[in-house]
C-alpha cells in the first residue's frame, strides 16, 4: 500500500477537488434542470464557506453543524433574493444572478471586521476529510435522482419545456423554481463549506465571476441530460489544468481549444443519453 500512501500524499486534495466541484456542477444543474439561467451558485458557495469557516474558526462549532450552516445560510439568501430575481427569465435572470453575485464579493471584501477583506480567512480548521466529501457527493446524488423520477422532476421538465403550458397544466410555477434555486443554493454552500476545510484558506476573489463562468461551463460540458453528465464535466475541468502541467504557460491555450472542440463537436455535452442509445443501437445492429 506504499504507492497509494505516497499518491494520496501528493493528490489528495486534487481527489477531494473533484468531489467538491462535482457538487457545483449539481447545483447548477439543478436549475438548468428547471429552465433557469441562473449564475449565482460561486456566490452561494462563498456564503457557505464563510458562514460554516466563521464558525469553526471563532465559535469552535462541531463540523456537522458548521455543515449545515454552510447549506442553510446561502439557502436563505436564495430564498429572499427568489422573490423578486426568479420572475426574470434567460439573460436577464443570468444578469441578475450575476449581479447579485458582484455584490456579495464585494461584501466579502469590505467586511474586514468579520471576513478579513481582501486578505480572506486564514488558518481555517482542517476538518474535511474524503468520506466527508463522498458521503456529501452520493447523498446529493441519490436525492437528485430520485427527485428527477418523481412528481417534483417532471414538473422540473415540464417548465423547462413550456413554462407557459406548466402553468396551464396547474403546475405552481414559481414555487418549483423557487425549490430549484434553494436547493441549487444549498449544494453549493455545502461543496463551499467542505472546500474551506480542505484549503485552509478562503479569499473574495475566489467566488468572483471566474468561478461563476466556470461552475456553469462544468454543467454544460458535460451534458444536462442526466446526473452523469455535471460530474463528467466537472472532473474534465479540474483534470485537464493538472494534466496539462507539462504544457506550462500553453496549458490555458489548449484548454480552451479543447472545450471549443467539445462545444462543437458535442453540443448536447460529453454525456448525452440520445447519443449514447443512438451509438449503441448502432453496435447491436452491427452485432
Known sequence: MDW???????YSNLVLTLGTNALLALSIYLTLACGMLAIANAAFMGIGAYASALLTMNYGVPFPLALAAGMAAPALMAFIIGKPTLRLSGVYLAMATLAFGEVVRIVLLN????TGGALGLNGIPQ???WWHVALALVATLAVLWRMRRSRVGRAFESIKEDETAAGLMGINVGAYK???FVLGAAIAGLAGALNAHLTFFIGPGEYG???AVEILTMAILGGIGNLT???AGAVILTLLPELLRAFKDFRLVINGFILVLIVLFLPGGIWDPARVRQWFGKSGRRA
Do not use: E
Open 178 to 180: 423557487m425549490l430549484a
Open 209 to 211: 465571476f471566474d468561478r
Open 111 to 114: 467586511a474586514d471586521s468579520i
Open 4 to 10: 497509494f500512501n505516497n499518491f494520496w500524499a501528493v
Open 229 to 231: 453528465g455535471p460530474v
Open 127 to 129: 476538518l474535511t476529510q
